[in-house]
């Protein structure tokens, strides 16, 4: 998976999952992968080592995709997106499509 998939991905889990979390890790992940902060700009900012904010974000990453494979939220979220889009294409009623599309909002946004 390239930087840019997996920083997607795991804004994605912060977005779903972020409040299981604890408070640093949360905001570590959140300076990293939202702020595209550096490791030492956060380590500077929190007054802590590197290498404490590089242990949190990674037991974050893990805690997140942990969470995914056994909850499954991500991945049912974009296979209704999905199935959504192939519906839209389908049907040309333009109060039909607006519909379609507030349903993917608030998918996409509303989880």
């Not at 804004?11 to 972020?18: A, F």
Request: glycine share 2%; net charge negative.
């Amino acid at each position: 998976m390239d930087d840019f998939k997996k920083r997607e991905r795991l804004n994605k889990l912060l977005s779903i999952y972020g409040n299981a979390l604890s408070q640093i890790q949360r905001e570590n992940l959140t300076a990293y992968y939202s702020d595209d902060l550096s490791l030492a700009e956060i380590a500077s900012n929190r007054s802590v080592s590197r290498n404490a904010v590089h242990l949190s974000i990674k037991k974050g990453e893990k805690d997140l995709e942990k969470m995914e494979s056994e909850l499954h939220i991500l991945e049912k979220s974009e296979s209704l997106l999905s199935k959504i889009e192939d519906l839209a294409e389908e049907k040309d009623d333009k109060a039909f499509k607006e519909k379609i599309e507030t349903i993917k909002e608030e998918l996409t946004h509303g989880i």
